[in-house]
């Protein structure tokens, strides 16, 4: 198809309009060209010419119209339409007929012409409206074509493949992506989908695909289709779906809960559960999890500001102990998740490795006290007998075995006791076990140490607490000793209702807790000590300014028990 003229008739009031007539020979057998240049047809100007030169002028495009006599239409005259339309089809054409004739009308405007006007009824008037009727005919198929090729080539250059179909489903058009990834599309999915997209599958090849109606033209109702491949987030989906199943699975059958909370601690949602504490994921949801677990508000809350916090969960459930570890991280969108697992089977092998530890340092404090102690004291005797049988050197030797053999049998028994506390087998023997303990540290380590208590008189604690809370004292006193170098430190057991708190704050060198060189043994094993006991450990230390260890614990017949949960400092390190 030739490009557009550049002259475009009906641009401005004032455009010539260049017809060119076409008859049998060069004179204007139609007897037209007076016409032209003056009256109505002022601005309309016309060349006669016969049909052999017609196309020269046309392939120059000097002309905006054509009228061609019937005369010199007939089986030429046909070609010679088909002709113009090919190199020109917005170039418009009027037939000039003597009287009205359907026959040859139709088979002009099959070729193409623009409309037929009887040559004895013409007049200037009609020919100017005639001529401006076609042109303005001729430009609106001119701005349809170019829309319509504008949208094709928009159509070919899309991501997708998009195709259009006639009433009866068959494919009128096509772009070259359709054509290259759907040759073989089934036609009746149109039909079945009824509108709604669906998936079509070709291979490993996925596809959207969606269909709507397009306006009516002349072959009735068109319906656009379009297919956007989705392959990559269909396997996406299809992983994540695989994942989540997987999930699930562990889920079902591993000891761990894992969940989110909103910004006010509900818990939003939680998946598995800790079978020997009967904690299900489902029954927490739309539930405060502090509410449940009193005692995890405090590191709860530090999650839900943002930050990231341990906590261990005990109780009993079905008559029989279990305990639970959680882990609690805060969201930059606010809430947090969390995650639990069963400890049950962990704590009750480190109770029995603490038992086990417990033993053997009674049996190795007895055996200094019974064994060596008194073997001490008899060495210190006859040290003392010898001294008064001797005079002169030999007897000041003998004077200061004795004195040696002495201190001996002190820091001998004061580390039996510290092994072995036999205090805490007494009613309110905490109280006189840490008195024990402060008092030898003093005597073997020269440090000012003092005990602060603050409960009732002759409390009894079962067994297992009072023997943890004093190692717990005695681990924050040698480490205060041997790695702060602390010159004072200061032991305080208090009592508020039925919460017990140990304190142990020293003026050492303190440590930073997030140095990778220290090492985390001592607190580690405090924290243990206290997850046994149902309690909380917190460390408060800084570099040249002193520790401070606090373990808070309810007593076994406090509200909180039985399912009440202990809370334990995030994972912390000490020499």
């Not at 380590?445 to 190692?471: F, K, N, S």
Request: with cysteine.
């Amino acid at each position: 198809m030739n490009a557009p003229l550049p002259h475009t008739p009906g641009a401005a009031p004032d455009a010539v309009v260049r017809v060119l007539l076409i008859g049998e020979g060069q004179q204007d057998d139609c007897g037209l060209l007076p016409w032209f240049g003056r009256g109505e047809l002022s601005h309309h100007r016309a060349d006669c010419v016969p049909a052999a030169a017609a196309l020269a002028v046309i392939e120059r495009g000097e002309c905006d119209v054509v009228l061609v006599d019937h005369r010199a239409w007939g089986a030429p005259g046909l070609e010679l339409g088909h002709e113009i339309q090919r190199r020109n089809a917005d170039l418009p054409l009027i037939l000039l007929v003597e009287r009205e004739d359907g026959a040859l009308a139709g088979q002009a405007m099959a070729a193409g012409v623009a409309d037929c006007l009887g040559r004895d009824e013409l007049t200037p008037g009609l020919l100017r409206r005639t001529i401006r009727h076609v042109l303005r005919h001729a430009a609106m198929q001119r701005a349809w074509r170019r829309g319509r090729q504008q949208l094709e080539l928009f159509l070919h250059q899309v991501p997708c493949a998009i195709a259009i179909c006639d009433a009866q489903h068959r494919i009128v058009f096509r772009n070259a992506r359709f054509a290259e990834h759907l040759p073989d599309f089934d036609r009746e999915s149109l039909v079945e989908s009824g509108g709604t997209p669906w998936i079509l599958r070709q291979g490993e090849r996925c596809w959207l695909v969606t269909s709507f109606p397009l306006p009516e033209d002349s072959g009735g109702r068109q319906t656009g289709i379009a297919a956007t491949e989705i392959t990559a987030r269909v396997q996406a989906e299809e992983g994540r779906q695989r994942q989540g199943q997987l999930l699930d699975n562990l889920m079902r059958n591993l000891p761990v809960l894992v969940g989110r909370l909103d910004g006010a601690g509900v818990v939003v949602e939680a998946k598995g559960g800790l079978g020997p504490g009967g904690i299900r994921g489902e029954a927490l949801v739309g539930q405060r999890l502090s509410d449940l677990f009193p005692q995890s508000r405090e590191p709860l809350a530090h999650a839900l500001r943002g930050g990231e916090i341990g906590f261990a969960l005990h109780g009993t459930g079905d008559g029989r102990e279990w305990h639970a570890d959680f882990h609690a991280v805060g969201q930059p969108d606010g809430g947090a998740v969390f995650i639990g697992r069963d400890v049950t089977e962990r704590r009750w092998l480190e109770r029995r490795l603490l038992t086990v530890t417990e033993a053997e340092q009674q049996r190795i404090g007895v055996d200094l006290h019974d064994g060596l102690g008194q073997k001490l004291t008899g060495l210190a005797c006859l040290a003392t007998a010898l001294r008064d049988r001797l005079t002169g050197a030999e007897a000041a030797q003998a004077s200061l075995i004795a004195a040696l053999a002495n201190d001996a049998t002190i820091e001998s028994r004061a580390i039996a006791r510290g092994l072995s506390p036999v205090q805490l087998e007494q009613a309110g023997g905490l109280i006189a076990a840490l008195t024990d303990l402060v008092e030898s540290t003093g005597l073997v380590h020269a440090v000012r140490c003092r005990l602060r208590v603050d409960t009732p008189e002759d409390e009894a604690l079962p067994h297992l607490t009072a023997v943890q809370l004093y190692r717990i004292a005695q681990e924050a006193i040698n480490n205060a000793v041997r790695h702060g170098r602390a010159r004072q430190i200061a032991v305080t057991l208090t009592a508020q209702g039925r919460e017990r708190s140990l304190h142990i704050e020293d003026d050492g060198l303190g440590f930073d807790d997030s140095s990778p060189q220290i090492r985390p043994g001592g607190l580690r094993i405090m924290e243990y000590r206290a997850n046994l006991i149902g309690g909380t450990l917190l460390v408060d230390t800084q570099p040249g300014a002193g520790t401070r260890i606090r373990c808070h614990f309810a007593l076994a017949d406090a509200p909180a028990a039985g399912r009440g949960p202990a809370v334990v400092a995030p994972p912390t390190s000490a020499p």
